[in-house]
């Protein structure tokens, strides 16, 4: 039996982050893969889904070029194919990338199904069915989350599916209804919408983006109406059944759609399949996620865990930043884990970028705040850019400290990290703006029309 310094059973963002971190540390670490490096973000999540919204935007600008002076090409179909070809040549890259950079690094990376013999000795069940026993002083679980029905609407299998098995689809459908207008069913409007798809969402919520700020889910209403996204607010998918090669569907207010295709968007669950995390004595939440504390630590002193499979919020750099915490504690250097700092990106047109609270998280926990508001339209650069939609807001509290930061806009997941450094550094809205210069034109000046506003 091989034994390790530490084992780490996942190659997602948080398994191979966290094996590299140990690695600088000089520890002897493998990680356990049931499939290739990379977890859902690199293979049916953030790398496919921007791969594809990359052409969807692309092709949407296109349709403007009289706008900008340029000669319409005659030629306006989207292929599909060479769409789908170029998703999957970029997940390949990336993943060759990542066995590369394990191998430099010295971090041993074996494939198959991990399951634990008990708090310390894994058995690793290869495809050809032979086993492998490994130990390791601290292990740490990283296996994340994946899709898990809804209360109301269950799979039917190649017609009401997982939003993303979207992403593998071989031709376009005429028409899709998203059930749930979060972060993935927007985004996943905004990559078919301008193809020509017809997209319905239904959100039993009052608005889109229903935990962003409130300024954000209005301005993204609105795109989304403009991109010819038909949404069903504070409604339910009552019942479906499938009709002459399609899918008819009720929504609540008997209201009725036929689509080709459903994508489920809403509901994940932390995946601990064939992993006997009984065997481990590891505790879990009740709705079924690893339970750990600020250190990423479980019940089980040498057992960490980290990223999805933790819980909320659910982000492949959360997942990292965790992984990172988790290592440092495992070999000694205690830390807590801070994710009021983490930003956030949605890719949808336009994008979205938010860091800290939102305004509502203020009224609900009582705490006293004023709001800045920038708009798009007052920067320079987003007039050259022909990309004018959107707004900068930060919120500060009784002590004019920066609490909150949203943007909406073009490059919006980009420029939030300017407000990310403010908010982790602590510093006033006042501050912020007698230390930094914006370069011009900048699309990120709308923060610092954002911080005119806010400081008057």
Known sequence: MTHYDGVFIGGGPGGYEAALYAQRLGKKTLILEKYQLGGTCLHSGCIPTKTLLASSKRFLRSQHRDKYGL???????????????RRVKVIEDNTRGLEK????????????????LDEKNIRVTH??????????DKIFIATGSKSAPVSGVQWLDGWVIPGEHCLSWHTLPKSILIVG??????EFACMFAPFGVK???????DDVLPMEDIDVSKTLRRELK?????LYLGKKVENYKQQNGQISLNIEGNKQIIVDKVLVCTGRKAILDNLEIENSGVKLEPHGSIKVDIHQRTNVNNIYSCGDVTGPPLLAHAASYEGKVAVQNAFGNAVDRDLRAIPAGIFTIPEVGRVGMTEQQCIAKGI??????????????SHAEGDTAGFAKIIVD???????GHIVGKQAGEIIHVLALALSLGITAVEFEERIIFSHPTLSEVIWETLKELNV
């Open 368 to 381: 006293e705040y004023r709001t800045g508001l920038g708009h798009m339209r007052q920067v320079g650069r």
């Open 101 to 116: 950079l394990m191998e430099a690094k010295g971090v041993d990376v074996d494939y198959g199904i991990a399951s634990f």
């Open 226 to 230: 403009k991109l010819g996204v038909s």
């Open 199 to 205: 997209v319905h969402i239904v959100e039993m919520l």
């Open 127 to 136: 495809d050809d069915g032979k086993t492998t026993d490994v130990s390791g």
């Open 398 to 404: 009784s002590k004019d400290k920066i609490i909150g």
């Open 71 to 85: 000669p319409r090409v005659g030629h306006q179909e989207v292929d599909w194919t060479v769409i789908s070809e």
């Open 181 to 186: 207008g979060g972060v993935m069913g927007c």
